[in-house]
T-cell receptor
């Protein structure tokens, strides 16, 4: 079946860039998504990328897609303490386990 | 725009009772709503997909008689956990999909169910 994998933890210093990686198995996905979940809050769609794109930039967020390797990454530039959250990669309705991003002062 | 609410936000019930969770799209019409379950420190697991006016489609391993889903209108879906047991304790999240170019899902804040 479909599977999405992510590293579980990432720590960065405030002001640095964060890169969260994700691998997936279903090559038929039309869109791939990044969601953010803050403590006590619902999931928020951060960004998405269409499968025929290699890169998408949205303010501090950059999404890179390598279809050949089925690898997706989310880069957050100038990471702030408010970016501390769990980030989920998803293809359709299959979610990765989430990467807990901790931003250190 | 695109706000999805859930009610209640948390509920504690006794084993054997039934609990109903509501999911509403507040400012858009959602032809499809999704119900997820999230265990502590784990990812979301899709339980079922409900389309307005038709029976829900359940994912493999999800008991349809245990988790009753009703999508009565374009803005409301309900999930009823019947005869709840402690192992049903979890965080239940709904999402709603609007008709859009990229089939974006809008998520509710979730309902934490604790069964004693």
């Amino acid at each position: 079946g479909e599977d999405v994998e992510q590293s579980l933890f990432l720590s960065v210093r405030e002001g640095d860039s964060s890169v969260i990686n994700c691998t997936y198995t279903d090559s038929s996905s039309t869109y791939l998504y990044w969601y953010k979940q803050e403590p006590g809050a619902g999931l928020q769609l951060l960004t998405y990328i269409f499968s025929n794109m290699d890169m998408k930039q949205d303010q501090r967020l950059t999404v890179l897609l390598n279809k050949k390797d089925k690898h997706l990454s989310l880069r957050i530039a100038d990471t702030q303490t408010g970016d501390s959250a769990i980030y989920f990669c998803a293809e359709n309705f299959v979610f990765g386990p989430g990467t807990r991003l901790s931003v250190l002062p | 725009g695109a706000v999805v609410s859930q009610h209640p936000s948390w509920v504690i019930c006794k084993s054997g009772t039934s609990v109903k969770i509501e999911c509403r799209s507040l400012d858009f019409q959602a032809t499809t709503m999704f119900w997820y379950r999230q265990f502590p420190k784990q990812s979301l697991m899709l339980m079922a997909t409900s389309n307005e006016g038709s029976k829900a489609t359940y994912e493999q391993g999800v008991e349809k008689d245990k988790f009753l889903i009703n999508h009565a209108s374009l803005t409301l879906s309900t999930l009823t956990v019947t005869s709840a047991h402690p192992e049903d304790s979890s965080f239940y999240i709904c999402s709603a999909r609007s008709i859009g170019q990229y089939n974006e899902q809008f998520f509710g804040p979730g309902t934490r169910l604790t069964v004693l």
